[in-house]
């Protein structure tokens, strides 16, 4: 949540920071704002809205500096207003940006109040920029007063700050909220994540929990929490600014629907052989710890914690134990620990605040080992876990997930048959399972082509205000996702049940106002799904069942059927996922909403 870019440089660095702020957009878009070191002050815009508007509002010619920081916000403390908007200034002198959630802000708001600090805003960033004034008033420097500012912080925090009377340096601290330090010849740069600096750098190094950066004309020198000097290794970032433009597609949540294909050819290269898995490609330790395994524990947020409830499915097929939990709930529950369990997170982002929160307490409370399966290379989930899987997905830039979820449920797949091969999976059933993995790309180009026909069908969705989807099994999570990414994006209530459930209370929402969509595949619960279908169907409902070719499910008064090209069962809510997700993009499409930047929504969640 909250984006941060900062600069040092040689050049102009206005026109860099308003990109960079762009790129960061995904995090949060109340407001933008930018703050450099020009004539002597400290010049600021700020906006409310996007930072296409704030960009529309500065003059260029004009406004030009070679420090600066800039930030796009997702509101925490404080409403969506011009005085909450970042930077942050103190008298003046110095300016400040802040992506996360200071706990202890009122003692240190009623502190400085008695010393005579004016605050303007409801945030609790003001109070890190005035502390920061304050221990300049006594004397230190720029670098002294964030070390001893932070020092103070309970809380989350990643902070880009400048100073009037030091005007060639920019300071950069985190503590659970990510940020990178960019690095070019002489010159210097701070990110919330590499997308931001990747127009102007692809050198960058990863700050560790408590690192302060001293960026000093183009110096740069790295603090530990000790105040020791650190040396972190300089990376080549993989990402390029093409893979981050958005090329013929209308929008990211579109192209990345489209690109699931490839994402997912992507995610399995390398990893499978002609027929198994390569138990190698989860690391050195894999195998080692697959061995002691002895139960699953899968936590995440959201899309995430939604792969992980199809993958329970596979895990327990192939003989493993396996619990899921909002990572939220997990941390909010007793626990009787099992021995020798592998905890597996699951995130897009590797940043999401509540996930690291749950790994953490897992750790504390005795789970043994830890395996992560994430969409960003150096993110925290993948620095703090012992084993690491990567989705290969590329850069998601949509607020909504999509082909992160599909490549994430390929690597759950891959990853219930390297622990379910010590357990009851068969050497040919694996085999089978690498034939089925290794056609997916073909199928979800084939659920691709029926965009048109979606597009189609959301058009009777435009004007309803709820809906209602149903699953069984394996795709269940499957009915939830589709109802998630609907409610994200077109703003229509969504409601996903257990098809089995509905009898049991919520067929009373039932009637032609409320279209009801059943996900339906071939498998051993379809005759139980068609029962459910028939209870809906007498009680007047409109029924949209998405259902395999051959299942013998018939277009009838009530019921449209949306044929799916035969897929095996396990890798079945891979496919059926992609007619939900272009069925929520096209409802959107009509209903005109901002898809990728869907109201109060920000795409990594770096606050608890
Ligand atoms: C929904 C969506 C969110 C994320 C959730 C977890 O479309 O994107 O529900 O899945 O916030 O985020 P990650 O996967 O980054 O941990």
Redesign the pocket.
């Known amino acids: 949540m909250c984006g941060i870019v900062g600069a040092v440089a040689k050049s102009n660095i206005v026109p860099m920071l308003i990109d960079g702020l762009k790129r960061l957009e995904y995090r949060g878009y109340d407001s933008a704002g930018v703050a450099v070191i020009k004539d002597q002050s400290i010049q600021r815009r700020v906006n409310v809205g996007r930072v296409a508007q704030l960009e529309q509002d500065i003059d260029f010619d004009q406004f030009k500096a070679l420090t600066g920081i800039a930030h796009t916000r997702w509101a925490t403390h404080g409403g969506v207003t011009e005085g909450n908007a970042h930077p942050h200034i103190s008298k003046n002198n110095v300016a400040l940006v802040h992506n996360g959630i200071i706990e202890n802000h009122q003692e240190l708001r009623e502190e400085l109040t008695a010393k005579g600090y004016n605050f303007y805003s409801e945030t609790d960033t003001e109070v890190i920029v005035n502390k920061v004034d304050d221990f300049i008033s006594q004397g230190s420097d720029l670098l002294e007063a964030v070390q001893k500012t932070v020092a103070l912080l309970k809380g989350a925090y990643a902070l880009g700050v400048i100073c009037l009377s030091e005007s060639g340096r920019l300071i950069g601290a985190r503590s659970r909220s990510p940020l990178l330090v960019g690095i070019k010849d002489n010159e210097a740069f701070l990110g919330s994540d590499m997308s931001a600096l990747i127009a102007v750098t692809n050198q960058f190094m990863v700050m560790d929990d408590g690192d302060i950066v001293d960026i000093n004309n183009g110096q740069v020198t790295l603090y530990n929490s000790d105040g020791d000097v650190v040396e972190r290794d300089v990376k080549t970032s993989s990402l390029s600014a093409n893979a981050i433009e958005l090329g013929q597609y209308n929008h990211y949540m579109q192209k990345e629907i489209f690109e699931q294909g490839q994402a997912i050819a992507d995610t399995l290269e390398g990893r499978i052989s002609a027929d198994k898995v390569l138990e190698q490609s989860f690391g050195h330790e894999a195998a080692h710890i697959f061995d002691q395994t002895e139960s699953v524990q899968i936590i995440?947020?959201?899309?995430?914690y939604y792969s992980g409830l199809v993958a329970r499915n596979w895990f327990e097929k192939f003989g493993m134990r396996c619990d899921v939990d909002i990572a939220t709930e997990f941390s909010s529950r007793p626990h009787v620990v099992p021995e020798d369990a592998l905890v597996v997170t699951i995130?897009?982002?590797g940043e999401?605040i509540d996930?690291l929160t749950a790994l953490e307490k897992a750790k504390k409370w005795g789970y043994k080992y830890s395996l992560t399966i994430c969409n960003a290379p150096e993110s925290s989930l993948v620095r703090t876990s012992d084993l690491v899987f990567m989705t290969h997905a590329g850069p998601e830039i949509g607020?909504?997930?999509t082909k992160?979820f599909t490549t994430q449920l390929v690597s759950l797949l891959l990853l219930a048959i390297v622990i379910g091969r010590r357990r009851t999976l068969e050497e040919k059933t694996e085999h089978s399972l690498v034939n089925e993995l290794r056609s997916l790309p073909v199928k979800v180009e084939q659920a691709l082509a029926q965009d048109q026909q979606i597009a189609k069908l959301a058009q009777r969705f435009a004007d309803k205000h709820h809906a209602l989807f149903l699953g069984r099994g394996l795709h269940f999570p499957i009915a939830l996702e589709g109802a998630?990414?609907l409610k994200?994006i077109s703003y229509i209530h969504a409601e996903a049940y257990p098809a089995g459930e509905l009898k049991h209370g919520p067929l009373a929402l039932v009637d032609s106002q409320m279209p009801v969509i059943a996900v339906a595949p071939n498998n051993n619960l379809l005759e139980k799904i068609k029962s459910n279908i028939q209870e809906v169907r007498a009680r007047g409902g409109q029924l949209i069942v998405f259902a395999d070719q051959e299942s013998g499910m018939d277009a009838d008064a009530g019921i449209e059927v949306i044929n799916v090209a035969p897929v095996d069962d396990t890798i079945s809510p891979i496919i059926y996922v992609i007619p939900l997700q272009l069925l929520a993009y096209h409802v959107a499409v009509i209903k005109g909403t901002d898809i990728d930047k869907p109201r109060n929504l920000a795409k990594?969640?770096t606050v608890e």
Request: net charge neutral; glycine share 6%; hydrophobic share 30%.
């Open positions: 995440a947020c959201g899309t995430s995130s897009q982002s999401t996930t607020v909504a997930s992160a998630l990414k994200e990594s969640v």
